[in-house]
Each structure stands twice: as structure tokens, then as C-alpha cells.
């Protein structure tokens, strides 16, 4: 069981590429979020997602696009990079059942802009 | 002020030690609170899951949530070596999917 897998592991782009990172889940899951972790800033939410062809922003969504055409997948898009979205960008999924259920990680993509 | 305050440490503490880390919160409408474990270069692994106020025991581990003080803890007895990590407390509301995530607590535990 694969859970929670995240393509590429690392990337570095120039100032102004765009670029797709890669989520998909084999847990049937329902909810999908993105995250991104800054050193002293903890897990920011980007955009989520609680279902095929839901999506909505979160926290930081600015310069990040979604879309879920799947339940299993849910990339992210930089549409221009930035030196400012250096950081580490974690997929994350949790099953929509009764209460709030806990989130499953992905081992994340590094991603540094020059 | 940050919606959910933890102190990042670092932490070192000898092999066999009690562990304490903490989280304090501002939105009385958190009722969900867990902790994940981060190793070096991985995501973050669910290890503690608590609903609303009260105690939690799994194993080495205590997750105690005090709503009337908007605090939150986790215990880790006997520490080993294989415990050192960087420790992240999360909540969310009801019904709401996305969760608040503290700053992390980065532990060693040293042989």
C-alpha cells in the first residue's frame, strides 16, 4: 500500500518556470490538501480539495494553482516561480467519514527557485 | 499572534528521559488536536489523535489536551534515540479539514 506519493522528490527551477508537482493517494480519500514547510513557519495550507472537482484556496494560495479531475490525484501548478516559493511542498489526504479524521503525508517535494 | 504557538526548541535530552512538549492555542473552536513526528526528510507521521479535552495513552506516548487553558501536551517516557525528531502539533475545527500546525519542536535524544 503506497499511500500518499509525491513526484519529483527535488526540483530546481529558474525564477519564472512553471512546473507541476505530482500527489496521488490509493486510499479511496476523499479530502486533499497541499502544504508547504518553511523553517520556523510549520505546515502552511495552500489549496484543498474535498472531492473530485472541488477545490478551494487556504492559507497561502497566491502564485499556486489546483484541480482535481480524480479522486486519486491532486497536482499543484506554479504558475511562475518565485525565489519566495522555495520551500518543501507536502500532499496530504484523509478519508471524509464521520468527525474530522486524521491526515496521511507524503515524504514531500524540495523545491528550490534561483 | 500565530494561531497556534509551540516552541521550536532544539531539546536534548539523555536516552531513557521523559520528553514534554507543548502547544498553546488562541481559536476555542478547535476540538481535534494531534501530534505528527517528522524524521529528517520525510512527512509527517500521525502518532497521537484526541478528540476535545482529556487524557491519551499509546505506548511511550500521552497526549493530554486541557480546552479550559487552550494547552496541549504530549509525553514521551523512556525516550530512546529513535525518537529524535522534529515533533509538530496540529488541530482543526469541527467538520473543517484543514488544520492549524504549530511551529515543531525539534528533539534529540541522546545515547
Known amino acids: 500500500n503506497a499511500g500518499v506519493t509525491q513526484t519529483p522528490k527535488f526540483q530546481v527551477l529558474k525564477t519564472g518556470q512553471s512546473m507541476t508537482l505530482q500527489c496521488a493517494q490509493d486510499m479511496n480519500h476523499e479530502y486533499m490538501s497541499w502544504y508547504r514547510q518553511d523553517p520556523g513557519m510549520g505546515l502552511r495550507l495552500i489549496h484543498y480539495?474535498?472531492?473530485?472537482?472541488?477545490?478551494d484556496q487556504g492559507e497561502v494560495p497566491n502564485g499556486y494553482n489546483v484541480s482535481r479531475s480524480t479522486t486519486e490525484d491532486f497536482p499543484l501548478r506554479l504558475l511562475s516561480a518565485a525565489p519566495s516559493q522555495t520551500s518543501v511542498y507536502f500532499c496530504?489526504?484523509?478519508?471524509?467519514?464521520?468527525?474530522?479524521?486524521?491526515?496521511?503525508f507524503g515524504d514531500g517535494t524540495r523545491l528550490s527557485i534561483l | 499572534q500565530k494561531e497556534v504557538e509551540q516552541d521550536p526548541g532544539p531539546l536534548s535530552v539523555p536516552e531513557g528521559a521523559i520528553v514534554s512538549l507543548n502547544c498553546t492555542y488562541s481559536?476555542?473552536?478547535?476540538?481535534?488536536f494531534m501530534w505528527y513526528r517528522q524524521y529528517s526528510r520525510k512527512g509527517p507521521e500521525l502518532l497521537m489523535y484526541t478528540y476535545s479535552s482529556g487524557n491519551k495513552e499509546d505506548g511511550r506516548f500521552t497526549a493530554q489536551v486541557d480546552k479550559s487553558s487552550k494547552y496541549i501536551s504530549l509525553f514521551i517516557r523512556d525516550s530512546q534515540p529513535s525518537d529524535s525528531a522534529t515533533y509538530l502539533c496540529a488541530m482543526s475545527e469541527p467538520n473543517d479539514y484543514k488544520l492549524s500546525f504549530g511551529a515543531g519542536t525539534t528533539v534529540t535524544v541522546r545515547a
Open positions: 496530504a489526504s484523509s478519508d471524509r467519514g464521520k468527525g474530522n479524521q486524521p491526515q496521511h
Open positions: 481559536n476555542s473552536a478547535f476540538q481535534y
Open positions: 480539495s474535498v472531492g473530485a472537482g472541488i477545490t
